[in-house]
Nanobody, 122 residues
């Protein structure tokens, strides 16, 4: 599976971005998907996950209410809508995929994108 993120960029604090992750190479609809981020000098942090159908989602408490994960299996794409962005949200954002159930452990994911940079200015 190949995953390609897009939608990152520079935004002012309080702004919004929608990240997209396009999948190719195998049946996307069979995969649980997740979003992670990694700031310089920090470990990769789990943000959100969604099951194969889109019916089950989980968002980590630190961004819940600001970030929303969704997917469109017809377009082989998973999204991360980010609202109310803060400077501390600055990081490289990665999407990831795995067969089976949703997961928050990055070690559980088999497929990773190359990442997209999000920079939030104050």
């Amino acid at each position: 599976v190949q995953l390609v993120e897009s939608g990152g960029g520079l935004v002012q604090a309080g702004g919004s971005l929608r990240l997209s992750c396009a999948a190719s190479g195998r049946q996307f609809s069979g995969l649980a998907m997740g979003w992670f981020r990694q700031a310089p000098g920090k470990e990769r942090q789990f943000l959100a996950t969604i099951d194969w159908s889109g019916g089950r989602t989980y968002v980590v408490a630190s961004v819940k209410g600001r970030f929303t994960i969704s997917r469109d299996n017809a377009k082989n794409t998973v999204y991360l809508q980010m609202n109310g962005l803060k400077p501390e949200d600055t990081a490289v954002y990665y999407c990831a995929g795995r067969s089976g159930w949703v997961a928050s452990d990055k070690a559980a994911y088999d497929y990773w994108g190359q990442g997209t940079q999000v920079t939030v200015s104050s």
